[in-house]
């Protein structure tokens, strides 16, 4: 009979045994098959945690990766108690003084423990520990070659967790960067923008087309990385600090195409599932406001089966209101950017106008935006207030602000001069051929009038009005009973059960008249940034001069 070997048996490993008696493993076979499950565990996503666990299985021991120190980085259970963590600090300052890389502290029947340097690839070689230690403490820690073979693998699993540490911090570290840059550009200073934007890559393109993707919260990585291939690279994406669905983009304004689709096209076809608006492409000074114009379009898109909606571009209230509308801003404002508090940790004017911006657009959400406690959030709004003169608990102070700081953010005319006049070097033009000004309904924005009074004259102006019928022409056309909603959740200062309790339905009745209005009227409602202000200023305008109707 020729010799047979059993799959699996080593060759020479094969020992004599009587019949239907199975052969003991040799040492070498049991050493084997240790190495091979700890190369499996060490393959885990915390393989340092799995080889300390089941090494402390194997040898009945305590074990644990220590610095030279003596503090635990890692262990198989907690507790180790004073006694373990005495002998370990004696054992690794025996190994210390000598330049020993094992040492076997208190040799005793009772407990020993085994300290063994951990080579992790990529730090110096030397006679001394490189920093972790694997010590094991218990009855017989060297009972088997388990912790010794385990040195190299844990080496190995450090080294591999260290790097997934570092590539974390420095994943969180550019998306901060890059959400620093994006508050930069929105509250404009383009300048710091476009230093900071050079050094992390891409460079800012002047003009762009703001893009917001609102997907699962889980999905966002996956939303990022379609972003940048569609893009090419070129777009800046950032974390939304607001909506943890949210996915900002703002891309070269260009076509705005892949292929022959719209890029919100592509980004809807792409990503399953997802939402996006897109804004109109604007210079970069304007950044803010595409935000709010992505944001609108969303609203918008979520009814749509298509998933996907470009912002209705048309002239906003504060290029409307032209130079009047700056006369009045200043006016209103002056306070606040005047303002030099009294002690030099005391918020200044300009950390106050981006306080009060943001809280304008995100309402409580202001704190993640900001990246400020809550208290501190009240405190700036309550000092604002103070200084303006306004309660920012009713939705027309706000309405009243929100429209100066957006006038404010305006890039104005250099020159002033009236025509007929000309500066160094230029040509005046004749008084005769200038444009005439339409001042017909704006009595008061002249003279020193309360602002109160400049802003009523302000309302009147003909372009005003027409920019108001303008918001309201898609509900009085499509929906004009939902009108009467819109005019209560605006008389409510848009608190929705107020509304309700006002309309004498149930408020998930009034969220969906909401959002039946943010179809018709391609408007945001219900989520912040919403169109509350202007909806507010747009009713303000048309009911001016008229009996109070409804509003």
């Known amino acids: 009979m020729t010799g047979f070997q059993k799959p699996g048996t080593l060759t020479g490993e094969v020992k004599e045994c009587g019949v239907g008696e199975r052969a003991a493993p040799s040492p070498d076979s049991l050493r084997a098959a240790d190495i091979l499950a700890m190369h499996r565990l060490a393959h885990k996503a915390d393989g340092v945690q799995a080889l300390l666990r089941w090494l402390a299985r194997r040898t009945g021991c305590w074990v644990g990766l220590v610095d030279s120190a003596g503090g635990v980085e890692a262990a198989s259970s907690h507790g180790s108690g004073p006694d373990v963590m005495a002998l370990v600090a004696d054992g690794l300052r025996v190994m210390r003084e000598r330049g020993l890389r094992t040492f076997v502290a208190g040799e005793s029947p009772g407990r020993s423990g085994a300290l063994l340097a951990v080579g992790v690839p990529g730090d110096r070689s030397g006679p001394e520990p490189s920093g972790l230690v694997l010590a094991v403490v218990g009855p017989d820690p060297l009972g088997t070659a388990a912790p010794v073979d385990a040195v190299p693998l844990l080496g190995v699993c450090w080294r591999a967790r260290e790097t997934e540490r570092t590539r974390r911090r420095v994943e969180i570290a550019d998306a901060r960067g890059r959400e620093a840059v994006l508050h930069l550009l929105m509250s404009g200073n383009l300048t710091t923008a476009h230093q900071m934007a050079g050094a992390l890559a891409p460079r800012l393109?002047?003009?762009?087309?703001?893009?917001?993707?609102?997907?699962?919260?889980?999905?966002?990585?996956?939303?990022?990385?379609?972003?940048?291939?569609?893009?090419?690279?070129?777009?800046?994406?950032?974390?939304?600090?607001?909506?943890?669905?949210?996915?900002?983009?703002?891309?070269?304004?260009?076509?705005?195409?892949?292929?022959a689709r719209p890029l919100e096209a592509a980004l809807a076809a792409e990503i399953e599932g997802c939402v996006v608006g897109t804004g109109d492409a604007?210079?970069?000074?304007?950044?803010?406001?595409?935000?709010?114009?992505?944001?609108?379009?969303?609203?918008?898109?979520?009814?749509?089966?298509?998933r996907w909606a470009r912002f209705d571009a048309a002239l906003g209230l504060p290029v409307v209101t032209g130079r009047h509308g700056h006369a009045w801003a200043d006016r209103l404002l002056a306070p606040l950017t005047g303002h030099v508090p009294a002690r030099a940790t005391a918020p200044d004017s300009r950390a106050l106008t981006d306080t009060v911006r943001s809280w304008l657009s995100f309402s409580s959400a202001a704190t993640r935006h900001m990246k400020i406690h809550r208290n501190t959030l009240a405190s700036r709004l309550r000092r604002v207030e103070s200084l303006l003169g306004l309660d920012l608990e009713l939705v027309g102070d706000q309405a009243r602000l929100d429209l100066a700081l957006r006038i404010g953010a305006l890039p104005r005319v250099a020159d002033h001069r009236p025509a007929g006049t000309a500066g160094p070097g230029s040509t005046a033009e004749p008084a005769s051929t200038a444009e005439p000004v339409d001042t017909a309904g704006v009595a008061g924005l002249a003279g020193p009038a309360p602002v109160e009074d400049v802003f009523e004259s302000l309302l009147r102006l003909p372009a005003v009005r027409e920019w108001a019928l303008t918001q309201l022409r898609p509900v009085r056309e499509e929906a004009p009973a939902l009108e009467t909603t819109l005019r209560t959740w605006l008389r409510n200062d848009t608190r929705l059960s107020a509304t309700a309790q006002a309309l004498g339905v149930s408020v998930t009745g009034t969220r969906k008249r909401l959002i039946r209005l943010e179809q018709v009227m391609r408007r945001s409602l219900v989520r912040v940034p919403n169109a509350r202000h202007d909806l507010w200023l747009a009713v303000e305008v048309l009911d001016r001069g008229r009996p109070d109707r409804n509003f």
């Open 282 to 306: 604007l210079a970069l000074r304007d950044t803010a406001a595409g935000y709010e114009q992505a944001f609108h379009a969303l609203a918008v898109a979520r009814g749509r089966p298509e």
């Open 205 to 259: 393109s002047d003009p762009a087309r703001f893009h917001v993707v609102e997907c699962g919260a889980g999905r966002r990585a996956e939303a990022i990385r379609v972003c940048a291939e569609l893009t090419a690279g070129q777009a800046w994406i950032v974390r939304c600090p607001v909506y943890s669905d949210h996915v900002l983009m703002v891309a070269p304004a260009g076509p705005g195409t892949v292929g």
